[in-house]
């Protein structure tokens, strides 16, 4: 294991416990015999900064600490500078560490980066933003602009996010879009597109997991319905396990594609962040682009 490593923590992520996370942090990596430089970040603009400092620093290893918005930012420039990815899980959700079976408990996610086994996977590009998890416009990025001035109001973050939810239900926002994949144009109605990087899981009991982290190719997802009934039956759908078969919900998969709205700047949100882009939106898939540290695959038994 080369060292030092940098790790960047989101200060404000969930799981961060103010002076105890450092603490703990390099006394698990000391255990192992790892030196590490630990740097805290307040905000966005602090971690794209501490990033891509370490980025262009001598360590082979970043390791990023906090939810799926902070791995992500440091990821990126993980990816331009060719270096290798830790995550440790310390925000709400967690959904990249759980869909790479790393630990959610701390100390075992450090032992995870001293061991240092890696595989290569694939991100996602949305108008050269990169994303790890998957990109959406229409339903979701509007629940998160909400949930965020709720939350400036004062509102604790699942309170601000119910109230969101049922504000847009009764708003029903729908878009218009033109989604071109390969040779094939789909002229929709719909309440999202959502664009995940490889497959997603929509069975009962899995909803929201990717079997695959590398399968070179993007999923696309939409409704083919609006406003809310079209929502409410999706999310009935989700809950018993029957989206695959409704004939109102499409999935398709590309290596690339390219989504016109009438809008000529639209919300887009990427790994639970939120940012204005300019359509049209244009996704492509980078194979095997990031070298990230995961469990060791359990050797089979003779």
Not at 235 to 248: C, I, N
Not at 266 to 284: C, N, Q, T
Request: charge should be positive; hydrophobic fraction near 45%.
């Amino acid at each position: 294991m080369p060292g030092p490593i940098e790790v960047i923590i989101n200060a404000n992520s969930g799981g961060v416990i103010e002076g105890d996370t450092e603490v703990l942090l390099v006394e698990a990596f000391a255990a192992h015999g790892i030196d590490v430089k630990i740097h805290l970040a307040n905000g966005g603009s602090e971690i794209n900064k501490l990033a891509r400092l370490a980025a262009q620093s001598d360590a082979e290893i970043i390791v990023a600490g906090g939810g799926d918005g902070t791995i992500s930012t440091i990821a990126a420039e993980v990816v331009r500078s060719k270096k290798t990815l830790g995550v440790l899980p310390l925000g709400t959700l967690n959904n990249f560490s759980k869909d790479l079976l790393i630990p959610q408990d701390l100390a075992e996610a450090v032992r995870i980066i001293a061991e240092g086994y890696t595989c290569l996977i694939d991100v996602g590009e949305v108008n050269e933003h990169i994303f790890i998890n998957n990109s959406s416009i229409g339903l979701y990025p509007n629940i998160i602009r909400r949930r965020e001035r709720q939350q400036r109001l004062g509102r604790g973050k699942w309170v601000a996010a119910l109230w969101a939810t049922l504000r847009m239900f009764r708003l029903s926002p729908f878009l218009k879009v033109r989604i071109k994949v390969g040779d094939m144009v789909f002229l929709r109605k719909t309440p999202f597109v959502f664009v995940g990087n490889n497959e997603y899981d929509m069975d009962l009991y899995k909803i929201g997991r990717r079997v695959e982290m590398d399968g070179g190719a993007l999923s696309v997802y939409f409704l083919h319905r609006g406003g809310r009934w079209g929502v409410i039956l999706l999310l009935f759908r989700t809950v018993f396990g029957m989206v695959k078969q409704w004939k109102d919900f499409e999935a398709v998969k590309t290596e690339e594609t390219e989504i016109h709205t009438r809008r000529k700047r639209l919300h887009v949100a990427f790994d639970g962040e939120v940012r204005i882009l300019e359509s049209p939106l244009r996704y492509r898939i980078h194979p095997k682009a990031l070298t990230v540290i995961v469990p060791k695959p359990e050797t089979p038994s003779e």
